[in-house]
């Protein structure tokens, strides 16, 4: 089973950009589909994006639309997510995950989960 371990979190100004990456172990890196969700004090761990195999589909919510992107490099065997226009609501901690279906947005369905990273982004 792959595992997972987010970095590039911080703090940032409404406006501002941050790119957080997931580096992956194990030798079947290619093999899974990969999302980024969050989750934000007191709520439920939310559906960010996510990418095929090998990033030919990528799916994103609604929330993030043209603001982030997704993207994965399969030789370094790292996901990242590219996060433009940040917003005070964008605060949480972001989370990766392996092993859904394509483009799933269901949490239940990932089976390998990094331990977090934490985006602030002040007003």
């Known amino acids: 089973q792959v595992q997972l371990v987010e970095s590039g979190g911080g703090l940032v100004q409404a406006g501002g950009s941050l790119r957080l990456s997931c580096a992956a172990s194990?030798?079947?890196?290619?093999?899974?589909?990969l999302g980024w969700f969050r989750q934000a004090p007191g709520k439920e761990r939310e559906f960010v994006a996510a990418i095929s195999r090998f990033g030919n589909s990528v799916y994103y919510a609604d929330s993030v639309k043209g603001r982030f992107t997704i993207s994965r490099d399969n030789a370094r065997k790292t996901l990242y997510l590219q996060m433009n226009s940040l917003k005070p609501e964008d605060t949480a901690v972001y989370y990766c995950?392996?092993?859904?279906?394509?483009?799933?947005?269901?949490?239940?369905?990932?089976?390998?989960w990094g331990q977090g990273t934490q985006v602030t982004v002040s007003s």
């Open positions: 194990g030798p079947t890196f290619n093999y899974y589909n």
């Open positions: 995950a392996a092993g859904a279906r394509a483009g799933s947005q269901d949490r239940t369905e990932y089976v390998s």
